[in-house]
């Protein structure tokens, strides 16, 4: 029995032994390597591991394939470690990343419920800091996300159990010589080395990042003091994650070592890495250079033909470039490259048209990406510079709400702009098609939240103003997991551009325009509030801005709703396909706020700021009531010198008239 009993010991032992990993190892290239991968992950024949394949809003993950054990006993506290990685990102789009890369510890390798994008395919909207995550990790970052209050769209990050990092630099080093620091670009396609260095004793953690053909630095990019013990788990895996946004990307990793204990990761061997695969740049084709030479050396018959076939096909792509379009760099995009994503701006790749244009949908060529393009008409000779520095500038704003604007063309009298591409359309949609589509109300409430959010991002956290000017149902759109985003933001501002200064012209939609825009021509952050309110009425009543009833006659949603409010029924103006399914003190706090920012005097409206903080319940309502509005409509008339008689607006006459 005693030896029996021995013997299930020692096979208990080996097998313990099996399932935790050595406290070392070094892969220098993975050709073959026996890494747990999932998702996008994929070792090539060449033996490099890329964590993402360019597939668009897709995360890939690759662990060493056993735990290691992370804490020493008897004191139980984790101990130091050293790592160090080389790895290259490769953009379809020089200058353009997304989203990002991570070494992390977590106590899991499962990732199944993260999210890709901006999350890196380590967290959700959801867990994203929740200390039950036990997730440490170093994020390679190349994009500013503000909802994470990242630095800059190229920076390095200590992270834990978050996106939000406790402590990020721009990526660079400190050169030994003279201690400046030197800037380095995470997504220019070369191979860069990283070190993470975590020092037990001190609790100190260290990240510093080089170039791959130089020594390690000896002072390091980012430290930051923090005690894993409190995050990392005993049993813990190693590995990376990555993930995709809308830009094709990819994500290599081409050396790995990893040490336990004091003793510094071992070096890796320069000699064994494998070779990169080729970047997709940007499409730039020389066919036409190409065809020429060799139709002019086959025969001066051929030649002609194909000279005369070539010029029509110039003339048909030809574009408006001037010299000072080059500092936009990758912002522009080819004609060429549009009309075929778009093929030839057929009618069946028609999304939808509206004040500022037709919309296409369209696969770029080469990167395969999705986009929708605008095409606008633009005959300005004034002011077309400062046009197109407001179109990039627009292009640099980034929140998880609103449209990304990729680039534009120019071309003869129009003007084309490039946008991420947003599956299930637009709102307005989903309010008012009679084919039995419908959202339920967390969704609904879900959509309002978002562009409240993107909205105070335009108002307030971005680096200058943006007014968005036309804020309606049709101009949100939902992406695929039917968040709202805020489209066509500052084109109204763009769209006014060029035109007699000594006219004003009221850039809008009927029911949306505040009091003051229609006396003045000015749109300010609250002539947005005042069309959000709308829109909030909009989306909780399934009811158009504008009403009309069986006599023909039109009425203001506004008014409807005030009225029932001061009935007492303001639960009657919900949308009649939300019955039963709807909760009517979050709709009925929606709509009152929807008149509240409907005030007809601008100083009565909240900021989006309060107006984020009441959809979220940070902060009651204000009180106000009907009569409180009727007052304001009458003492704006009478006070502010509006004469019913010369107004033109009918949604402005109606109101004045309800009132």
């Known amino acids: 029995m005693c030896l029996v009993l021995c013997q299930l010991l020692f096979l208990g032992l080996n097998l313990a032994s099996l399932a935790i990993a050595d406290d070392q190892f070094i892969y220098s290239g993975f050709a073959q390597a026996n890494l747990s991968l999932d998702g996008t992950a994929t070792i090539t024949p060449g033996g490099v591991l890329e964590l993402t394949n360019g597939t668009f809003n897709l995360k890939g993950h690759a662990f060493h394939p056993t735990p290691l054990h992370f804490r020493q006993y008897p004191s139980g506290k984790v101990q130091s470690f050293s790592v160090t990685f080389i790895f290259s990102i490769i953009s379809a789009f020089p200058d353009k990343g997304a989203d990002g890369m991570a070494f992390l510890v977590s106590t899991n390798k499962s990732f199944s419920s993260a999210l890709p994008a901006q999350y890196l395919g380590l967290v959700n909207n959801h867990n994203n800091g929740n200390t039950s995550n036990h997730i440490f990790a170093v994020e390679l970052d190349t994009i500013q996300n503000s909802e994470f209050q990242d630095i800059s769209d190229n920076h390095a990050g200590i992270n834990i159990n978050s996106l939000h990092s406790v402590q990020s630099r721009d990526a660079g080093f400190y050169d030994e010589k003279n201690g400046m620091f030197n800037n380095m670009t995470l997504i220019s396609g070369e191979m860069m080395q990283v070190w993470v260095e975590y020092d037990a004793g001190a609790t100190w953690i260290d990240v510093t990042l080089a170039p791959v053909k130089m020594a390690k630095p000896a002072r390091p990019l980012v430290s930051a003091i923090y005690n894993l013990s409190t995050v990392l788990t005993d049993i813990a895996y190693i590995g990376f994650s990555s993930a995709t946004g809308v830009i094709n990307s990819k994500y290599c990793v081409l050396g790995w070592s990893f040490s336990m204990g004091n003793i510094a990761a071992s070096g890796i061997d320069m000699t064994k890495l494998p070779k990169l695969p080729h970047a997709r740049l940007r499409p730039h084709s020389k066919v036409l250079k190409i065809v020429m030479a060799a139709a002019i050396a086959a025969s001066v018959v051929v030649s002609g033909a194909l000279v005369l076939l070539l010029a029509r096909r110039k003339l048909a792509y030809a574009e408006l470039r001037e010299d000072w379009e080059t500092e936009f760099g990758q912002h522009r995009f080819s004609y060429k490259d549009l009309f075929l994503a778009t093929e030839g701006f057929e009618f069946k790749n028609l999304l939808g048209a509206g004040g500022f244009g037709m919309v296409h949908k369209g696969i ?124 066509d933001f500052g084109l109204a501002k763009l769209y006014d551009r060029g035109t007699d200064p000594r006219t004003t012209r009221v850039v809008g939609t009927m029911g949306y325009i505040a009091p003051e825009l229609v006396r003045t021509g000015k749109a300010s952050p609250l002539t947005d509030v005042f069309a959000f309110g709308t829109f909030l009425l909009e989306v909780t009543c399934g009811q158009r801005p504008v009403k009309q009833n069986a006599n023909g006659d039109r009425f203001m949603l506004v008014d409807w709703v005030l009225e029932h409010w001061k009935k007492g029924s303001m639960v009657e103006t919900i949308d009649k396909r939300l019955q039963g399914s709807c909760n009517t003190d979050e709709a009925c706090l929606v709509l009152k706020l929807g008149l509240l920012c409907s005030q007809p005097f601008a100083s009565a409206r909240p900021s989006m700021n309060h107006v984020v903080l009441y959809l979220n319940g940070d902060m009651p309502l204000p009180e106000f009531t009907p009569t409180d509005m009727s007052l304001n409509m009458l003492a704006l008339m009478e006070n502010r010198g509006f004469d019913p008689r010369g107004v033109s607006y009918p949604q402005l006459m109606t109101c004045i008239g309800t009132m």
């Open 364 to 487: 770029l060529p080469t990167s395969k990406l999705e986009v929708a393009v605008k095409r606008l008409s633009h005959e300005s000779r004034q002011g077309t510079k400062e046009f197109i520095t407001e179109i990039v500038s627009i292009g640099r704003l980034r929140h998880r709400n609103l449209v990304q604007l990729l680039g534009y063309c120019r071309r003869k009298g129009e003007l084309l702009l490039v946008y991420d591409y947003m599956p299930n359309g637009s709102l307005d949609k989903y309010l008012y098609s009679e084919d039995e589509l419908s959202l339920d109300w967390t969704t609904r409430f879900n959509i309002i939240k978002g562009v409240a959010c993107g909205l105070f991002y335009l108002h307030e956290e971005c680096e200058r103003v943006v007014v968005h000017r036309d804020i309606k149902a049709s101009n949100v759109l939902l992406d695929r997991a039917l968040n709202g985003r805020l489209g």
